[in-house]
C-alpha cells in the first residue's frame, strides 16, 4: 500500500519542508518499496518528518534538512543512519 498522509495541523513551515523532501526522496527511488501501512508521518518528539518502508529502512528528515535513511537494528534497538539509500540497502544486507 503507498499511502502518503501528514497532518499538516501539527506542523510547521520547516517540518511541511521537510514532508515534501522525503516525499521527494522517495519518488526518487529506483526500487519499487512499499510504503508501510501507516508508515508515514510526523514524530513532536524529534522533529523527524518519515516515510517507512517495508523493507525496514525509513527515509526521514527534520526541520527542513537534507533527507537521511534510517535503519533500525530491531535486536538491539540501534539506528544508523545513511547519507543515501544505497547505504542503507548495504546496512540491511548486514543485519540479515
Known sequence: MNKIEFD???M???DIQSMH?????YRG????EEIMEGGTGFNTM??????GLE????ICSCFGQSVDYLVTDFEDGEETF???YE???EKLKQLS
Do not use: M
Open 12 to 14: 510547521g513551515s520547516s
Open 46 to 51: 524529534s522533529g523527524y518528518v518519515y516515510i
Open 87 to 89: 547505504e542503507a540497502e
Open 82 to 84: 545513511f547519507d543515501t
Open 21 to 25: 523532501l522525503v516525499i521527494g526522496a
Open 29 to 32: 527511488l529506483s526500487t519499487n
Open 8 to 10: 499538516l495541523d501539527i
Open 55 to 58: 523493507n525496514g529502512i525509513s
